[in-house]
């Protein structure tokens, strides 16, 4: 009898698990509330064990498109593990992300490339952002969207592509960022023959961010040109302030 009953759970089990594995995709994200949090796509197609989604946007910050693989083993322990890969104009990523029963999400071992171009962000000159940004995810954990957790390595050649809008070289910046109680830090910094640049944002859960830009500089003419750009002198320091909302004031 005690092993029927194991038999009986053990199938109803797996019959539950074939049930949720077939299930539609978009009927899944449907259901887990990601399109009222701003997910839209173009169109999708396969099931939670493996889909595709075309021109996916992220509160219409374009994504490109997604390819999912969900994982068997994890989801005995009450996990669903996911990898995943996304191919568009401005982001290229590859990486794993999981949840739980906590309702906490997981973003690991995941690799993502931003073009800035693509995106209306603008520099501390006010001019068109470009250039490319690397992230390495060693864990990030979200919570209702909030960062809770995690480290990641950070690098951008910008200062590089800005530069020679001004006849300069430029460098590239670099650095480990990390969050903790629903803030993102991203702290970068590089450093070329006669300057040096540091780049310190902090994003806020609604995408507030406060950015501050700090230039050593042993050329004149530079430290003349941020001075007019309304960089103020703080010691030997040129630093500009800038704060706005990605969504607001991209």
């Known amino acids: 009898m005690r092993k029927r009953t194991l038999y009986g759970l053990a199938g109803a089990f797996l019959f539950i698990l074939h049930i949720v594995s077939a299930l539609p995709l ?23 064990w493996y889909g595709e989604i075309d021109d996916a946007q992220y509160l219409n910050y374009p994504l490109g498109n ?5 994982d068997f083993l994890p989801l005995l322990t009450g996990r669903v593990f996911t990898k995943f890969t996304v ?21 690991s071992d995941t690799i993502l490339m931003l073009d800035l171009a693509q995106y209306s962000i603008r520099d501390a000159f006010d001019a068109p952002m470009s250039g490319s940004l690397r992230l390495d995810v060693d864990r990030l954990s979200f919570r ?15 200062l590089r592509a800005t530069a020679r809008r001004y006849g300069g070289q430029g460098f590239p910046l670099e650095g480990k960022g990390f969050c ?33 830009v700090s230039v050593r500089s042993a050329t004149p003419d530079i430290v003349s040109a941020l001075s007019l750009y309304g960089f103020d002198r703080q010691g030997d320091r040129l630093v500009m302030v800038q704060r706005g909302n990605l969504l607001i004031d991209p």
Not at 66 to 70: A, L, R
Not at 87 to 107: E, H, R
């Open 87 to 107: 191919k568009g104009p401005s982001l290229a990523a590859v990486g794993s992300v999981s949840t739980s029963l906590t309702q906490t999400v997981n973003i």
């Open 26 to 48: 978009q009927l899944a994200l449907e259901w887990s509330g990601v399109v009222d949090r701003g997910l839209s796509w173009s169109a999708i197609r396969g099931t939670v």
């Open 66 to 70: 997604i390819q999912q693989q969900t």
């Open 180 to 212: 903790e109680d629903g803030t993102i830090y991203l702290p970068v910094s590089g450093q070329g023959p006669t300057e040096q640049v540091s780049l310190d944002i902090q994003l806020a859960p609604n995408l507030d961010y406060l950015a501050e």
């Open 144 to 158: 209702d969207l909030s960062c809770q957790d995690g480290q990641f390595a950070l690098w951008t050649d910008t």
